[in-house]
């Protein structure tokens, strides 16, 4: 199970930069700090369902070629193994975009494992 | 030498082109974006202007990073002159300087043109850009006539083969690009290969921009000033050009504004239509839609490997890597399974 101490420092640290760096800078350098805390940001929820996103590739059992010949048409099962992993690394790269649909599996209550 | 002013060989170049006795940049500035190409902001004082005062352009060339790729700064300008001459809005085109010796890397001089480009602003900031409905007539008149270009055979010869079958080799394009890059992509190869099975066939081909959407064109307070970003122009059929500029992943903010997140969809295309666009085809539309989804993932993460390689190690590139897997997630919701025989 990740640290949940490890995780808070670094929802801190992005904290930091959003809140008190780039509120001060302006342009370029503030430009950056964002940067760098939306990075930061991002890093922490890729660690947090780390764990459930490696099992669920784990679970897509199918290969890319099969699925380029057309062997997977279909298959539905596939798309909702797909859609699950999916459903997981659009949450790490931006879960504001995703429908309440979509991220309801991926909160955080679920991270404990 | 590679500075822009004090250089006495940029300085006589210039007085060539603009047809004065001398000229000297008194200025000059980097502007904003491009990591392959520098554009600069450059003041001319060429004497000429009967009290006018000096003149502002841009110099756009390669970054030094990229010098292999000249060729095509060359390409582009010749594009962006032929758009010009067929009545499109881009910057005036005013020369193009293939000797590398002038300023370290070829160069186009192009006309400064106000205005504002970045995409999310644009979405966003309703003041810009003038009346929504009438920019989004606009936008599809300028691409009415970017279809209508006929090349002459110099760009002719620049532009290639027309392909035979452009659904089929934007389909192959994305599979080559995932390859080089090496890691599977399960979810992206399930929506490619729906995209494979629902291809329309081959119609009619066009001159296309490639890259016409919001965040590629320049706005001042009342309208468009000027169409941008012509590298990728290419032979293709014009129904992806409207497909990239509706797809849902160039709304940016305002999904439910289906022109680009400007404005209504009819807008655009009654613009187009009343220019003497192409037949619109909503459902060759609405594949290239899903292929712009396709297209873009695969982009951004090529360009995330850019970093992750090591190649250029940079946040921005990184983060951008991801999008790709909130496109994935998209193109799996638009590529659900339909009722089939297995």
Redesign the interface.
């Known amino acids: 199970m990740t640290d949940p101490a490890a995780l808070d420092l670094l929802d801190d640290t992005a904290r930091v930069l959003r809140e008190d760096l780039a509120a001060a800078l302006t342009g370029e350098q503030r430009y950056q700090a964002l940067l760098a805390a939306n990075a930061i940001a991002t890093a922490r929820r890729a660690i947090a369902v780390s764990a459930r996103l490696q099992a669920a590739e784990g679970a897509i059992g199918a290969d890319v070629a099969a699925i380029r010949a057309g062997r997977h048409d279909g298959d539905a099962a596939l798309h909702g193994r797909l859609l699950h992993a999916a459903r997981l690394r659009a949450f790490v790269a931006d879960p504001v975009a995703l429908s309440p649909e979509d991220r309801a599996p991926c909160e955080e209550s679920r991270d404990a494992s | 030498m590679t500075q822009l002013t004090e250089n006495p060989h940029l300085d006589a170049w210039l007085a060539g082109v603009l047809n004065a006795p001398a000229a000297r940049v008194i200025a000059a500035e980097k502007l904003s974006g491009g990591a392959i190409q520098e554009n600069w902001s450059v003041t001319i004082d060429a004497g000429l202007d009967g009290g006018a005062g000096p003149r502002r352009c841009v110099i756009r060339r390669d970054a030094p990073a990229t010098i292999a790729a000249s060729r095509s700064r060359a390409q582009e300008y010749a594009l962006i002159r032929a758009a010009h001459e067929a009545g499109v809005k881009v910057p005036t085109p005013l020369g193009f300087c293939a000797d590398p010796q002038v300023i370290g890397a070829p160069f186009a001089l192009m006309a400064l043109v106000p205005g504002t480009g970045y995409g999310p602003r644009l979405v966003r900031d309703a003041q810009l850009g003038g009346d929504r409905a009438a920019l989004c007539r606009e936008l599809g008149r300028q691409l009415a006539r970017i279809h209508a270009i006929r090349p002459d055979p110099r760009l002719d010869a620049i532009l290639g083969d027309r392909p035979a079958d452009p659904a089929a080799a934007a389909v192959a394009l994305c ?1 080559d690009w995932l390859d080089a890059l090496g890691t ?4 992206l ?2 929506a ?2 729906r995209a494979q ?1 629902d291809a329309p066939p081959p119609g009619g081909i066009t001159l296309t921009h490639q890259d016409y959407r919001t965040g590629n064109f320049l706005v001042d307070a009342r309208g468009l000033t000027a169409i941008l970003d012509w590298e990728f122009a290419a032979w293709s059929d014009p129904m992806s050009d409207l497909g990239w500029f509706c797809a849902r992943c160039w709304r940016f903010s305002r999904p439910d504004r289906e022109a680009g997140g400007i404005g209504d969809r009819a807008d655009f295309y009654a613009g187009y239509i009343d220019e003497g666009g192409q037949d619109i085809d909503p459902a060759r539309v609405a594949w290239w839609e899903l292929m712009a989804h396709l297209r873009w993932a695969v982009i951004a993460l090529q360009q995330g490997h850019r970093h992750a390689s090591g190649e250029e190690r940079s ?2 590139l ?2 951008t890597g ?2 790709a ?2 496109l ?2 998209d193109l ?2 638009m ?4 009722m ?3």
């Open positions: 599979r599977p992509r399960p979810g190869e399930w490619l290969r099975r946040l921005h990184a983060l991801r999008i897997d909130t994935e997630l799996l919701h590529t659900a399974p339909r089939e025989v297995r």
